[in-house]
């Protein structure tokens, strides 16, 4: 898995490339760390994530998690139709705030 | 949805429970999918009691849930509707006494024999009361939010309460406190989906799911608390495999191996507890029959 992250301002672009599971999402966890230093937005761009596991939501919840404490946010955008209905089936998609197109 | 994985990684197993939940049970699962959203504020609370534990949030509830799910395999689909209900909701709750409120904690603990525990724990304090019998609030916490839940019955309930006080300490074996709870719509066995669930409680110690995100062990000032959260960060990992646990260890220094090692052979009795419940109590198995302690070098 590669990742990319850009900021503008103090808003953190995170887009990760491939699959985020057991194996991947504690590296995406441990370069999230110093990324986030002083940023009030955090938005994960999963257009070219084409597998998330419990331990790649995990991530995404905890990345919430923290900037709820920071009064800040976290916004999933470009989700496809499987990490939809992986939000879906777990519950999460009320839970956290995901942009959808449609 | 495809479940059945791609590449290994033990990925054929994710979400097993809430995909079978929905497909059988829609409406028990939009009940779940409304819940986590609650859940997801309620469970932050026990950072209130204690503040330098590692992480009881919604995340150790995912994970939990996410070993359940490892735990049971292919028996997922054995499981009934009801019985997915059940679990996945225990996942989520069996916790939720460990961030109790003041006012609750107060209304609650006269059922609990609070002054004889305190008469024998003159040392004790409030925030160990609740840690002892955070499971039997958890319980007291579940039936009185039960509509705030959207658990839809009785039996439902019953059977969520029980299971997530059978996290810890209850005895799984006692049929009466344990039954099997016959519906229409299929059985709830509530001793062996208790037994799944404190083993997968249990086995949450792995490192990488207490994420640096969220945790600064910094803030540790008390021996026992560092030292306790050496033991967690040398365990890296804890991976469950079709007929055995493995924890992946690599001691952050070498004088923690025994308090390592005392921990492992814990969750080794408690395999074997759970083992023999489910074995016991229901017509179902856990099947993996050890716990195996792989210490690697530091170098690696």
Not at chain 2, 40 to 55: E, I, M, R, V
Not at chain 2, 204 to 213: F, I, Q, W
Not at chain 2, 218 to 224: A, D, F, K
Not at chain 2, 226 to 232: A, E, L, P, Q, R
């Given at each position: 898995m ?15 490339d491939g699959s985020l599971d057991s194996v991947t999402a ?23 994530v084409d597998y998330v596991s419990s331990s790649g ?25 499987y ?20 | 949805?495809e479940s059945k994985e791609r590449n290994g990684s033990g990925r054929e197993n994710d979400f ?54 490892r ?168 991976e469950?495999r ?59």
């Amino acid at each position: 898995m590669t990742i990319d992250f850009a900021k503008d301002g103090t808003t953190l672009n995170v887009r990760p490339d491939g699959s985020l599971d057991s194996v991947t999402a504690p590296e995406l966890d441990k370069r999230l760390v110093p990324q986030i230093e002083g940023i009030s937005e955090v938005i994960f761009d999963l257009e070219k994530v084409d597998y998330v596991s419990s331990s790649g939501l995990r991530v995404l919840v905890a990345t919430d998690q923290v900037m709820e404490k920071r009064k800040g946010c976290m916004k999933i955008i470009h989700a496809g139709p499987y990490i939809l209905e992986v939000l879906d089936m777990t519950g999460l998609m009320n839970a956290l705030t995901v942009v959808r197109e449609d | 949805m495809e479940s059945k994985e791609r590449n290994g990684s033990g990925r054929e197993n994710d979400f097993l429970l809430e995909l079978r939940l929905r497909a059988e049970a829609p409406e028990l699962h939009r009940r779940v999918a409304d819940c986590v959203t609650v859940l997801k504020q309620a469970l932050k609370s026990y950072a209130a009691w204690f503040p330098s534990f590692t992480d009881h949030s919604a995340l150790h509830s995912m994970d939990v849930l996410e070993f359940c799910n490892r735990i049971l395999g292919d028996q997922a689909e054995k499981l009934s509707p009801r019985e997915c209900y059940v679990l996945i909701m225990s996942c989520y709750l069996h916790d939720i006494g460990m961030g109790i409120s003041e006012k609750d904690y107060l209304s609650f603990r006269d059922q609990l024999d609070w002054t004889g525990w305190f008469a024998d724990h003159p040392e004790g304090d409030e925030t160990w009361f609740i840690r002892e019998f955070h499971h039997e609030f958890s319980g007291l916490l579940i039936r009185k939010y039960a509509a705030l839940f959207e658990i839809p019955d009785e039996d439902l309930l019953f059977a969520i309460v029980q299971v997530s006080r059978g996290h810890r300490k209850t005895d799984l074996f006692d049929a009466g406190a344990y039954p099997d709870l016959q519906a229409r719509d299929g059985v709830v066995r509530t001793a062996f989906l208790g037994a799944v669930l404190r083993l997968a409680d249990e086995i949450d110690m792995g490192a990488d799911r207490n994420p640096e995100l969220l945790f600064d062990p910094s803030g540790l000032t008390e021996q026992r608390d560092i030292d306790s959260f050496g033991v967690h960060e040398s365990i890296r990992t804890v991976e469950v495999r079709e007929n055995r646990i493995v924890f992946h260890v690599r001691p952050k220094e070498p004088r923690l191996i025994p308090q390592i090692e005392h921990t492992v052979e814990k969750i080794r009795q408690t395999l074997e507890y759970c083992r023999a419940a489910a074995t016991a109590r229901s017509d179902l198995r856990i099947p993996q029959e050890k716990v195996v302690l792989e210490i690697m070098n530091t170098e690696e």
